[in-house]
């Protein structure tokens, strides 16, 4: 059997278990009453994992940098009505990629050209190898990659980007797309087939 090329199998590999932060539930409690400051806490410590995962889904800084601004209006309004039976990161990427997907659909209809290749995309795995040649490969791979993402069903694209690439566990990420984790598991299963088939007919 042929090896994976690095880039797809980072993207096939297992997360690693995601840590808790124990902080983040009294700055909860606080935004929740109100406060702004604790709030501005919570933004900084998932606006940048949150605008990465936009850009990586909608391939678009502007739209992703705008989705992800939305995303966090929104999480301030919605708050007091968060009960912390998910995790917040897990909230908040549910209310991301809804957003992302009302975007997607309103650009189609506008029929935009402005998109950015997941090698350029802010913390984009980076190349194993040195030298030119290797990284002239490298971004080769990881546009193939993308195209190979945007042939996927959005069901299958949503499981493989948020376990492998944004790191959320099965249960995680059941919760952001609303489903049991043994249906993240078989959706996670079909997107790794699906993926690989493409990757080894394309050329």
């Given at each position: 059997?042929?090896?994976l090329p690095a880039s797809l199998d980072l993207l096939?590999?297992?997360?690693?278990?995601a840590t808790h932060e124990s902080v983040e539930q009294q700055k909860i409690r606080a935004a929740q009453a109100g406060d702004m400051?604790?709030?501005?806490?919570?933004?900084?410590?998932?606006?940048e994992r949150l605008f990465h995962f936009c850009c990586r889904w909608l391939r678009c800084t502007e739209d992703a940098r705008e989705v992800c601004q939305d995303a966090f209006v929104r999480a301030w309004q919605a708050l007091p009505e968060f009960e912390g039976r998910a995790?917040?990161?897990?909230?908040?990427?549910?209310?991301?990629?809804?957003?992302?997907?009302?975007?997607?659909k309103t650009r189609a209809t506008?029929?935009?050209?402005?998109?950015?290749?997941?090698?350029?995309?802010?913390?984009?795995?980076e190349c194993p190898k040195h030298g030119p040649a290797a990284s002239a490969?490298?971004?080769?791979?990881?546009?193939?990659?993308?195209?190979?993402?945007?042939?996927?069903?959005e069901k299958l694209r949503a499981v493989l980007m948020l376990t492998t690439m944004e790191g959320l566990s099965h249960e995680e990420c059941a919760d952001v797309l609303n489903c049991s984790a043994r249906g993240i598991e078989g959706r996670l299963y079909r997107a790794r087939q699906m993926l690989m088939q493409w990757w080894n007919e394309e050329r």
């Open positions: 059997m042929t090896a096939l590999s297992e997360p690693e278990a400051t604790a709030f501005a806490w919570i933004v900084q410590q998932h606006e995790k917040l990161s897990t909230w908040l990427y549910q209310i991301a990629l809804n957003l992302c997907r009302d975007r997607a506008r029929q935009r050209e402005s998109t950015i290749a997941l090698d350029e995309v802010p913390h984009s795995p490969e490298w971004q080769s791979e990881m546009q193939k990659l993308e195209r190979g993402l945007a042939v996927l069903p």
